[in-house]
């Protein structure tokens, strides 16, 4: 039968359309290392890599968990715990005390496994126990990982313990050696949006200065705050100078020595969160957003070179790069000299701690 009106043969409608979907493709494992595996960060940690939300919903991992000899015991209980998940993106686990067989192949490295600080223990003396296992753990990462692995020292004394880690690691570009600042940005931005009374999403581009220690710069002076739609700056909206150069700058210096007091124990559930957070940002891009990481310091904004410095970077192509351009204020110019300086003083014992 033709159409009444044109003529034309009629058009078969379906009673039931019939979405067909695109198959999700999943990408092949990649292998992701993390040390101090049967420790409180990690525990938090791993979840989130196995998860997805590090490395996105379409990748599986395979896990390399490295802790010390005597810790295997409890490591052992960590793996059933993954297993007992039943995470689709998990493609496997392997628990393990030997470093070499940790870092074999891995495209990832969170490296948070250290020493911790114990009663009486000087910082010198942290700095000395910590810096060898980066050592060791750079040489291990040189010989058996893959060229191209993004590392992430999360054990502190973080920067430092990063640029030990590059140095003992040649054949791996030094830009892909980073610490940990990510936690203090995080504090930074949560503080601001606290004091404008927004949601913590509407506050970007925080910056932290320099070292993961209490010199750390939180400079609040390029931040910007959402309000209605439109970006303006966060001095203008915080309009109190004072608070930023003081208030603001102590409380996320000394945030984490609040959580211990409070909980009596580190703050292990943001410290995860954060690195997470890092390592997305890293592999996955930052879009305009600048996001605080140690990195190696080329000189830039008259800091020390050669050194694990913070900068602001933004990502893309899993490549970071230091926002350049800022103005530095006489009171942040005294600052970055301080955190700066710190770190080349850490960077002069710690080598001479590598020596034998
Ligand atoms: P934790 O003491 O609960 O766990 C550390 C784990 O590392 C332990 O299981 C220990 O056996 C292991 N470990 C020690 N030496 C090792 C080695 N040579 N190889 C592999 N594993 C080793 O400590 P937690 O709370 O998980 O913290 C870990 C580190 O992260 C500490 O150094 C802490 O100061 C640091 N941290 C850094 C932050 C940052 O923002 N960069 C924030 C919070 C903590």
Redesign the pocket.
């Known amino acids: 039968m033709s159409c009444f009106c044109c003529g034309s043969a009629p058009r078969i409608v379906e009673e039931t359309e019939i979405i067909v979907k695109e198959p999700v493709v999943m990408a092949a494992p990649i292998k992701v290392a993390v040390?101090?595996a049967?420790?409180?960060?990690?525990y938090s940690l791993l979840y989130q890599i196995a998860s997805g939300a590090v490395f996105g919903p379409n990748q599986p991992v395979y896990l390399h968990l490295?802790?010390?000899a005597p810790?295997m015991g409890v490591l052992n209980g960590v793996v059933m715990e993954l297993a007992d998940c039943a995470l689709p993106l998990l493609a496997g686990v392997l628990p393990t005390a030997n470093p070499e067989e940790a870092f074999k192949d891995v495209a990832a490295a969170f490296l948070?496994?250290?020493?911790?600080r114990k009663e009486g223990m000087e910082r010198k003396d942290l700095l000395s126990a910590n810096v060898r296992?980066f050592k060791e753990q750079g040489q291990a990462l040189d010989k058996v990982a893959r060229k191209d692995v993004k590392i992430l020292v999360?054990?502190?004394p973080?920067n430092t313990n990063a640029l030990i880690c590059s140095k003992y690691a040649p054949s791996i570009p030094r830009e892909n050696f980073t610490?940990?600042?990510r936690?203090?940005h995080n504090r930074a931005q949560a503080q601001l949006a606290d004091k404008l009374g927004v949601p913590v999403r509407d506050v970007k581009n925080v910056i932290i200065w320099g070292n993961?220690s209490s010199t750390q710069f939180p400079d609040a002076s390029n931040a910007l705050v959402n309000v209605g739609g439109i970006n303006k700056p966060v001095p203008a909206a915080v309009n109190d100078d004072e608070y930023l150069k003081t208030t603001f700058v102590t409380t996320v210096q000394k945030r984490?020595a609040a959580v211990i007091a409070a909980r009596k124990m580190?703050?292990?559930l943001s410290?995860a969160k954060?690195a997470s957070d890092h390592m997305r940002d890293w592999f996955l891009g930052t879009g305009d957003r600048w996001v605080s990481m140690g990195v190696i310091s080329d000189g830039s904004y008259g800091t020390p070179r050669d050194v694990v410095f913070s900068f602001p970077v933004t990502v893309t192509n899993g490549k970071w790069k230091i926002v350049e351009g800022l103005t530095i204020s006489d009171f942040a110019r005294e600052m970055l000299d301080i955190t700066g300086k710190e770190l080349a003083e850490e960077k002069r014992d710690a080598l001479e701690v590598c020596k034998d």
Not at 38 to 42: L, N, R, S, V
């Open positions: 040390t101090g049967a420790g409180q960060i990690a490295l802790d010390i810790m948070v496994g250290s020493m911790p296992i999360v054990g502190n973080a610490a940990m600042t936690l203090d993961h984490g580190s703050s292990a410290a954060a």
